[in-house]
């Protein structure tokens, strides 16, 4: 039998989708013992869970995928510039069994109380199950988009046909031929479902609260000639990715939009209506996301583009947002969106001109009227970037308990540690992304997590924590930046907005990549991280 200050596992990771698959390896590779629960019956987070009809990257496949390992970079062959769930998740399996990792992953394992024990600095962690792992370090890798959110609409449970929430997606295929089909919700997943199905239901309805900016994902096939340039370049490629503000390779444009004439900037939106993905972003004119005039330029380029599209001009005004500008939403990138409201047989409901009163057996009905339909599917997004975490029955030092600290917003250091919770690591969570390739902006913080327990095992520290003063700096910076973030837009899931009841806080990094790694470097400069840890017998001290 273990003593009371004996461990299971060196190091616990939470979650096996692309995040925790990484520290996973990484915990490993460094010698701990480690081990992964993840709550789902198989690997890939995201890409586990989210299985509906064209549920696909807006990252280059070979950009979102690892980029620790050039053998595993030459080894998996993406199939195109944006790859579908099915490939993703091929892909992640191949990478735990690649590097030997399935043996220490336990699925179908949800963690529903993390503990930590003062006296021996140890994390007591326990399953739905009741099964319970005794760990020196916890890293919660269980994703901002993790929690799939329902909205608070009278009668959802009445509905007598099937429901479906995208990211909660049956692995029995949904059979959508010849079947009348509610979509509700216009962001990412609705966005790419829409054209998926509509060729083979009977009927498809839309259900928009706000129009979002999409534009053309543009897509191709990955050919040999990009492939061999792909591996001929992956040193370039790894600088370019672990460096630039967004994680992506996207050429930037070099300039700002008052280097060139009107007649030159339509010229220049046409190439970028052309460009791939987030390159919309990325490849714009320099001040596109801080000169309003230029992107209100851009955005009327944007209107014109869906009216050219959408031939019914009522539809197409209803599809043109009016509040926001382009990026200050997470723009979805998908293809043939506009172009699925000319079929005869899909819709579009604009619910604040005809708010939905309430689901019953058969169908949707709002003000307008009622709706029959076989099949209802939630695209209602996720409690995103503190929905898992505060789940979790997480208890730190001094009494913290995450749920009830966290009830005004979280509040953490570098987006994946918080004071009063020694030794437990959350990567990828509130305040982790800055909006980017989010597998690059995670890599940056699993490395620091890992570098900084192995600095604990080398000096003899038991363990790590910010300090207050820490957390402050790193909150301060988010609470000046994220009124000046191109994302800060109040209705936004960034602001926690289409949760009923979730505080008003800003959830991702406004300091972008930059900021984390000034930041962190600065602490872990510092001699011990400015006192960031403490050895087995010292008492806690944080301030
Ligand atoms: C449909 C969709 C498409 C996306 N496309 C892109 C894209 O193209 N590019 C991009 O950069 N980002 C994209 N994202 C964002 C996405 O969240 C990240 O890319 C990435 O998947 C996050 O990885 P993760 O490992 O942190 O979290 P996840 O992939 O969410 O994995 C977290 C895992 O933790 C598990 N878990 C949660 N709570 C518990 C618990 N209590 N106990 C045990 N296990 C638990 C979950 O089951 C899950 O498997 C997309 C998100 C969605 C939903």
């Keep these: 039998m273990k003593s009371d200050n004996e461990v299971d596992v060196d190091v616990l990771v939470i979650g096996a989708g692309v995040v925790g698959i990484y520290a996973l390896y990484r915990a490993i590779d460094a010698g701990f013992t480690a081990r992964t629960l ?19 990257f807006d990252s280059e496949s070979y950009t979102y995928g690892y980029i620790f390992s050039k053998e595993l970079f030459r080894e998996w062959r ?64 269980t994703g901002g ?34 079947k009348r089909v509610a979509i509700i919700g216009n962001g990412p997943s609705g966005a790419q479902l829409l054209p998926a199905i509509v060729d083979v239901v009977e009927s498809v309805d839309l259900y928009q609260r706000t129009p979002t900016w999409t534009t053309p994902l543009n897509n191709a096939p990955i050919t040999s000639e990009r492939y061999e340039w792909l591996h001929d370049n992956f040193e370039d490629i790894v600088t370019v990715l672990s460096t630039s503000p967004s994680g992506f390779l996207h050429e930037p444009a070099g300039k700002f939009s008052t280097e060139d004439s009107a007649e030159a900037r ?24 801080t000169n309003r005039d230029v992107n209100l330029e851009f955005c009327e380029f944007l209107a014109k583009k869906i009216r050219s599209i959408v031939k019914d001009p009522v539809t197409a005004d209803r599809l043109i947002p009016k ?32 708010p939905i009163v309430r689901v019953d057996a058969t169908g949707i009905e709002t003000t307008e009227g009622h709706r029959d339909y076989d099949i209802i599917v939630y695209a209602t997004g996720f409690d995103f970037g503190t929905g898992a975490l505060t789940r979790m029955g997480v208890k730190g030092r001094e009494g913290l308990d995450l ?26 969570g509130p305040h982790g992304a800055g909006g980017g390739n989010y597998p690059r902006y995670s890599q940056d913080q699993v490395d620091w997590i890992l570098d900084t327990i ?8 038991h363990s790590f924590e910010p300090t207050a003063a820490q957390e402050a700096i790193w909150m301060s910076m988010i609470e000046t930046l ?55 017998h010292e008492t806690v001290a944080a301030g």
């Design 38 to 56: 993840e709550a789902g019956d198989g690997v890939g987070g995201v890409w586990y869970w989210n299985r509906y009809p064209e549920a696909r």
């Design 78 to 141: 993406w199939r195109e510039e944006f790859a579908t769930q099915p490939e993703i998740e091929d892909y992640l399996n191949f990478v735990v069994d690649r590097f030997d990792l399935r043996k220490n992953i336990s699925t179908g394992q949800r963690v529903v109380s993390a503990v930590y024990d003062e006296t021996d600095a140890i994390w007591v962690v326990t399953t739905e199950a009741g099964e319970t792992t005794r760990a020196r370090w916890v890293i919660s890798a």
């Design 145 to 178: 988009l993790s929690v799939p959110h329902l909205p608070e609409i009278e009668g959802l449970d009445d509905f007598q046909g099937e429901g479906h929430h995208t990211g909660a997606w049956p692995h029995t295929p949904i059979d959508f031929t010849g």
């Design 266 to 289: 339509q010229e220049f939106y046409e190439k970028i209506w052309t460009s791939p993905g987030f390159a919309k972003l990325t490849s714009n004119y320099y001040d596109m996301t």
């Design 323 to 354: 509040d926001h500008l382009f990026g200050a939403k997470r723009p979805p990138f998908v293809t043939n969106y506009f172009e699925s409201f000319n079929k005869p047989n899909a819709g579009l409901i604009a619910l604040k001109e005809t």
């Design 403 to 428: 749920s009830i600290d966290w009830a005004d917003g979280p509040s953490d250091f570098g987006g994946f540690s918080a004071n009063r919770l020694p030794n437990f690591f959350f990567p990828g």
């Design 454 to 461: 192995i600095y604990a095992r080398e000096q003899g520290y």
């Design 482 to 536: 994220a009124p000046l973030s191109i994302f800060s837009v109040e209705h936004s899931h960034y602001y926690g907005a289409n949760v009923e009841g979730k505080p008003r806080k800003f959830l991702l990094n406004p300091g972008g990549r930059g900021k984390l790694h000034e930041i962190l470097d600065g602490v872990s400069s510092t001699e011990n991280y400015g006192g960031a840890f403490t050895s087995a």
